[in-house]
């Protein structure tokens, strides 16, 4: 396996992870650091990726935690794996922005708006979870993240390979120890 099939590779699983909702890139692991400098990792969904600039887009209310930590550090990780495949991918990201353009809003599917339209923001504490009032205002984010650095580890019987590439001028890659 050749560097450049591994960068290949993982490019082609986010573009696909895009189009088929069942793919196991589509929902990864985004890790922040909150003002305490304490890690907060949650499972969230790529909307959009970029394979030219390698950049990753998820939606999140505004209000939300991840959003509150970004303010502090925009930094994070993003952790990729599929099980099936035994592929382990791992990005080192920066926040690149942050748009509440209503229009990307409107385009969502009505179940998925109240999601961002819930009176209280996320993480407060409620009686019901079955009843979860809903606002008028609209805290609708998309963020995008573009990577610095990917890690990639397949798990193989005969051999494990990683790889490492980092964004220089250029995107440039080597072969790691296991």
């Known amino acids: 396996m050749k560097l450049l099939e591994i960068f290949t590779e993982c490019k082609t699983q986010w573009l696909k992870a895009i189009e088929e909702k069942d793919h196991s890139f589509r929902s990864f692991v985004l890790s922040t650091v909150d003002i305490n400098r304490k890690p907060n990792s949650r499972n969230v969904i790529l909307r959009s990726f970029d394979s030219n600039k390698l950049s990753f887009t998820i939606y999140t209310d505004l209000r939300s935690k991840k959003v509150n930590d970004l303010k502090n550090s925009s930094s994070v990780q ?7 495949a035994l592929f382990q991918v791992t990005v080192r990201a920066e926040l690149i922005n942050i748009n509440s353009d209503l229009n990307i809003f409107n385009a969502q599917p009505e179940h998925s708006k109240k999601n961002y339209t819930s009176f ?21 984010c998309e963020l995008t993240f573009k990577a610095l650095s990917i890690e990639a580890l397949y798990l193989k019987k005969e051999v494990n390979i990683r790889s490492c590439f980092n964004l220089n001028d250029q995107w440039k890659g080597f072969f790691m120890t296991p």
Do not use: A, M, S
Request: aromatic share 18%; hydrophobic share 30%.
């Open 120 to 140: 209280k923001p996320p993480g407060v504490k409620i009686d019901d979870p079955y009843y979860v009032p809903i606002g008028k205002e609209i805290n609708f």
């Open 78 to 84: 993003l952790l990729f794996y599929d099980k099936t």
